[in-house]
């Protein structure tokens, strides 16, 4: 359970917290009332606060955490950090060592050192595999860009797309998508296999993958295969 210790910032904190705080706000408004919101694919970015008094529960929580925040700020025990000198130089090496991975283990969240030449090895050998890839010859990211762009102009004239759409499916400055392995140590501890993961965050066909779930997955969730996970399982059991 031990965590290093990290410069605190107050003013960072308050900032998040006062985030935390407004959405427990939005909850106890929008609970009381039958006008919720619809659903939406691409909520708008708002800082509106519900009006009126707090809810009192709410404001007591927010009162006693800001009262263990300010006690703990003035306590003049207090160190800056639980690991010592040469703790500390350890790590930030381990930062900038070039002949070592570290990723989190595809289960149980332990932390995993690789050699980097493993994998390395290890995610060559994925990547050739004919049957699920193609290396390319160029960058498709213009024709595909012009693409979209074309199939929103399309829907935005024949009236499927709105105009908030269409601003939604527009990437101007698309980064291009990473693939990383994380160890699969429950399979091996000496030479773990590794799982494929693809970072598409912020890429060109972000946008148009949360765009089609939005609207697929009502629709998958009727079909009777369908589980959404473990303890839906579970529930699913107990019904029977």
Same mark, same amino acid.
Do not use: C
């Given at each position: 359970s031990f965590v290093p210790s990290v410069y605190f910032d107050f003013f960072i904190f308050q900032q998040d917290f006062f985030l935390f705080i407004r959405s427990l706000q939005l909850q106890a408004y929008f609970a009381a009332r039958q006008n919720i919101p619809d659903r939406t694919v691409h909520p708008p970015t708002s800082t509106w606060f519900p009006p009126g008094p707090p809810d009192p529960l709410i404001q007591t929580y927010k &009162?006693?955490?800001?009262?263990?925040?300010?006690?703990y700020m003035e +306590?003049?025990?207090?160190? %800056?950090?639980?690991?010592?000198?040469?703790?500390? +130089?350890?790590?930030?090496?381990?930062?900038t060592e070039d002949s070592i991975v570290i990723r989190r283990a595809d289960k149980g969240g332990a932390v995993v050192v690789l050699d980097k030449e493993y994998y390395t090895?290890?995610?060559?050998?994925?990547? &050739?595999?004919p049957l699920v890839y193609q290396k390319l010859t160029e960058d498709p990211s213009c024709f595909l860009m012009e693409s979209?762009?074309?199939?929103?102009?399309?829907?935005? &004239?024949?009236?499927?797309l709105t105009q908030r759409d269409a601003r939604f499916l527009r990437v101007k400055h698309p980064i291009a998508p990473t693939l990383y392995l994380i160890p699969k140590i429950h399979k091996s501890l000496n030479n773990p296999p590794g799982r494929p993961i693809m970072s598409s965050?912020?890429?060109?066909?972000? %946008?148009?993958?949360?765009?089609?779930?939005?609207?697929?997955?009502?629709?998958?969730?009727?079909v009777p295969?369908?589980? +959404?996970d473990t303890t839906h399982f579970l529930q699913l059991l107990q019904d029977q």
């Open positions: &009162e006693l955490v800001m009262k263990d925040v300010r006690a +306590r003049p025990e207090r160190k %800056p950090h639980n690991l010592s000198k040469d703790e500390r +130089r350890a790590l930030q090496e381990l930062r090895v290890l995610l060559d050998n994925h990547l &050739e595999q979209i762009e074309h199939l929103i102009i399309k829907g935005t &004239e024949e009236g499927y965050r912020g890429s060109l066909l972000e %946008p148009l993958s949360i765009f089609l779930d939005f609207f697929l997955r009502p629709q998958v969730e009727k295969a369908y589980l +959404r």
